[in-house]
């Protein structure tokens, strides 16, 4: 089937479960945040000289931006969801590299206190490029999906790694709402070089490298230190990634 293809520069199994914006947010009302805090930066001695650091790969990376900060807002971008798929597993049998993403929702104004009950939405495109829900994959669901964030603020989703459109660097686009108001909409960022060894395998070679770098990219072009993935994996076996969403409740 021919998907909808976004050529735009953007101005768990199981079968998922439909449920309208404001029927989801409802169920959160009741929800509370919970208290936590969050790390800083260190530096080397000056009396003492430097240890060599271990060579990088390109299998892990750590984003620059882990201080406790407001992530910047963002367009919500191309084909959001018609209607809400309350799912861990979001591929819908979307092919590619795993990627098992955590997302944990803090408040920036309260030392980084993890906020609980918070309704996540993450869409994305395939492999291809592709999104669902739209054109002739209007009947489709895969890669967009929700879930509620714990008492530690988290959420994990199972996806694909993603991968790019024209004019796009590879992205995640993320919704964070709460008690019947958007906190934030936001897009999570991918090393280019990680984009760059996974879009070289598998059922992603065929549409190539992407082109466009975190820097060259319109939404980007301001620094993407606080919405930069942190990942761990390869290509071959998948990846774990972390990011962390701050708010200002």
Not at 231 to 247: E, I
Request: proline share 7%; with cysteine.
């Amino acid at each position: 089937m021919e998907k909808t293809h976004a050529n735009t520069m953007e101005a768990g199994s199981g079968e998922p479960v439909p449920l309208s914006r404001r029927g989801l947010i409802g169920l959160l009302g009741a929800a509370a945040g919970l208290s936590a805090g969050c790390d800083g930066d260190t530096t080397p001695t000056p009396t003492t000289p430097a240890t060599p650091s271990a060579p990088a790969t390109p299998t892990t990376s750590t984003p620059t931006g882990s201080q406790c900060a407001i992530t910047p807002e963002e367009t919500g971008g191309p084909f959001p969801s018609i209607g809400d798929f309350v799912r861990s597993d979001v591929r819908g049998g979307s092919e590619g590299t795993e990627l098992r993403l955590e997302i944990t929702v803090v408040d920036a104004s309260d030392n980084c206190a993890p906020v609980s009950g918070a309704a996540v939405s993450i869409w994305q495109c395939d492999a291809a490029g592709d999104y669902s829900q739209y054109g002739s994959a209007r009947s489709e669901t895969f890669l967009r999906g929700v879930q509620t964030t714990d008492a530690e603020g988290k959420v994990e989703f199972t996806t694909v790694y993603p991968g790019w459109y024209q004019g796009r660097a590879t992205h995640i686009h993320v919704e964070v709402s709460l008690e019947g108001r958007t906190l934030k909409t936001s897009q999570i960022a991918f090393p280019d070089e990680v984009s760059a060894a996974v879009h070289a395998t598998g059922v992603y070679a065929p549409h190539g490298r992407n082109p466009t770098t975190n820097a060259s990219d319109g939404i980007f072009r301001d620094g993407v230190s606080l919405q930069l993935a942190s990942l761990s994996g390869d290509p071959g076996a998948g990846y774990r990634g972390t990011f962390q969403l701050g708010v200002a409740l």
